[in-house]
């Protein structure tokens, strides 16, 4: 079946086809297309008895992919979320139409004419960046106003939930007091060697845990593969370059290179006309000429403060900063040469080019070369590339192509979605090699455009589903684990052995580790995190300075903790910029938890029904 539909490919009829469903994405975005396939499909859900259509969820997640926020290869999960991210939608926009919210056409048009990504550099409204935008995010407009408007909507209510919530001076003094609280705390941590006897595994303890924890032994479905790589550096690697052409593009890189300028400016308007302006500057070139300084008459002439004690020097400049009368004047001179003079908004100059930036010719003969012969490669590039999709569409195998373009077959170890590395590890190669006309069928991918230089194709060569791996495969990684399962408990219960003994007097000698005055957020390194959250969550000792102990599981050992002090400031100006940021982070999370309170209370209420 598959090898007819590539036959019928070819056919008139199937450009016609594909030239329609071009058109339409160019002319109408993603939805025409999503729309076009989907005439007629049903909804996934239903909320309040309104529907939320497969083509809804087909066009977020696919213009999820396309702006490149989601990988391809986790689209069925992509799925899942955006269905639950729609209903939220649904929820929220049904209850703005209860309370009678609105936003006008006009109020509309204001945001979208406001907002920095639809405007030019001068910070208009542009249409055609509008209009490409939301092309390249595969929205048509009409989709974009309707979306946007169900946006704002949205963030009335949000706003108005958040902007309810408010700290009471209570409050926020107590969370200032929580935010400055220091504790002072020892530590001790006890390894397997603290043990009096190291754990022991059994037979019976290996099989329990294996057919308890069958998930953590799944070997994932996996591929062998053949493939070929083309790619235009190779090529380039054949190409001959000679001296003389390397010389003719350092000099092209060389005139376009960074400049070192220094300049004498004299500026016109209220203190001196145009023409006086010109006159003065005149003047300073007949001394430039008779062999004065340039850097003692930028000391004398020039009405740029900043640099005429300098010497007038500029520093290092580049194209697009100074404008282009400036620009094309200093990037004409060649080291130790004077310019004309050079009229700009801020007045008139004399530039002289003090060097320019760039390495001398020896250090950058690789780099040109490697220049050179990749863009006289590049013709050759693209031509085996067009010749790779012809022959591998067709091709039986992988070797006849490889042969033909002059490439090396190269063969892959058992790999996974997720376990490829190198170049198989790249975006869009593993998808590839688990599609279904290449896994269950047998073809050679299509051609994977990895870069601008580098083109693949794959072939998968064998092929073993995903199973549950036999115990006696995996005995001793299943022993590891109840090995270190056990550790963990006996180091938990060593522990508590410990802090039983030491609150009744019974202390046993242990290497305390201090820890003074600590605050909730420690310099990286001190202590370990997981001790300190712990330690900030035992009670406060008692006044009699009876220390209160605790235990923090870490990687692979058990931290026994003896919490000394607890230190809260008295008084806190609530103004200090740390209090004030944990202050607002409070305020945050509480407007998180409203609206996230409103969307399950609407949940309760609503019948949805996902189909």
Excluded: C
């Excluded at 090898?3 to 058109?23: L, N, P, W, Y």
């Excluded at 938890?593 to 399950?600: K, M, R, S, T, Y």
Aim: proline share 3%; aromatic share 6%.
């Amino acid at each position: 079946m598959l090898q007819q539909i590539r036959d019928r490919s070819q056919s008139m009829i199937a450009k016609v086809i594909v030239g329609a469903v071009i058109v339409a994405l160019a002319l109408f975005g993603i939805e025409s297309l999503v729309n076009l396939f989907t005439q007629g499909s049903d909804n996934v859900a239903e909320v309040n008895g309104e529907g939320i259509s497969r083509q809804a969820v087909e066009t977020e997640v696919q213009r999820a992919i396309r702006s490149g926020q989601v990988p391809a290869d986790q689209e069925s999960e992509v799925r899942k979320q955006v269905i639950e991210q729609l209903i939220s939608q649904s929820l929220l926009d049904q209850y703005a139409a209860d309370g009678g919210l609105y936003l006008s056409d006009g109020q509309l048009d204001q945001v979208i004419v406001n907002r920095p990504e639809f405007q030019d550099q001068d910070g208009k409204f542009s249409a055609d960046l509008f209009r490409n935008r939301l092309a390249s995010a595969g929205y048509t407009p009409l989709a974009f106003r309707r979306q946007l408007k169900q946006d704002l909507q949205r963030q009335q209510i949000q706003q108005g939930l958040a902007e309810s919530e408010f700290l009471l001076p209570s409050e926020r003094r107590q969370l200032v007091a929580l935010q400055n609280q220091t504790r002072s705390f020892r530590y001790v941590t006890l390894t397997p060697d603290d043990l009096e006897q190291p754990v022991t595994v059994t037979a019976q303890e290996v099989e329990d845990y294996y057919q308890a924890h069958q998930a953590q032994f799944k070997r994932p479905e996996q591929v062998q593969l053949n493939y070929v790589v083309l790619d235009q550096s190779a090529l380039a690697d054949d190409v001959k370059v000679d001296d003389e052409a390397l010389r003719q593009a350092y000099e092209q890189r060389k005139s376009e290179a960074p400049r070192r300028i220094a300049h004498i400016m004299v500026s016109f308007g209220d203190a001196r006309t145009r023409e006086e302006a010109k006159a003065r500057l005149e003047k300073v070139r007949q001394r430039l000429e008779q062999g004065e300084s340039f850097a003692r008459l930028a000391a004398e002439y020039s009405d740029d403060k900043t640099t005429a004690d300098k010497g007038g020097k500029l520093g290092v400049i580049s194209r697009g900063i100074f404008g282009k009368a400036f620009e094309d004047a200093a990037f004409s001179l060649k080291p130790g040469q004077v310019s004309g003079i050079v009229a700009t908004d801020n007045g008139l100059h004399l530039l002289k080019a003090t060097g320019i930036d760039i390495p001398d010719f020896e250090s950058m003969r690789d780099s040109l070369r490697q220049k050179l012969a990749m863009q006289k490669a590049e013709e050759r590039f693209n031509d085996k590339a067009q010749r790779l999709i012809d022959e591998s569409f067709s091709a039986d195998d992988l070797a006849g192509v490889a042969k033909d373009l002059g490439l090396e077959v190269q063969h892959s170890d058992w790999v996974s979605r997720d376990s490829a590395d190198g170049v198989l590890a790249e975006p869009g190669v593993m998808k590839a090699a688990f599609k279904p006309e290449v896994l269950e069928q047998g073809y050679n991918s299509d051609v994977i455009e990895l870069d601008d230089q580098r083109r693949l194709v794959l072939r998968v060569t064998d092929h073993r589903p995903a199973t549950t791996l036999p115990l006696d495969d995996v005995r001793d990684k299943v022993r590891s684990a109840v090995t270190a399962e056990k550790t963990r408990k006996a180091l938990s219960e060593r522990a508590a052995q410990l802090a039983s003994a030491l609150e009744s007097g019974k202390a046993p000698a242990l290497d305390w580790q201090k820890a003074e005055a600590v605050t909730r957020q420690p310099r990286k390194g001190e202590v370990p995190q997981a001790i300190i959250d712990q330690a900030f969550r035992l009670p406060r000792p008692s006044e009699a300075g009876q220390p209160v102990y605790g235990r923090a599981m870490l990687d692979s050992d058990v931290a026994l903790i003896a919490l000394d002090q607890v230190t809260t400031p008295e008084s806190q100006d609530s103004s200090d910029r740390q209090s004030a940021l944990a202050a607002r982070l409070a305020e945050r999370l509480r407007a998180q938890a409203a609206i996230q309170g409103l969307l399950e209370s609407l949940q309760g209420k609503a019948d949805v029904e996902r189909l």
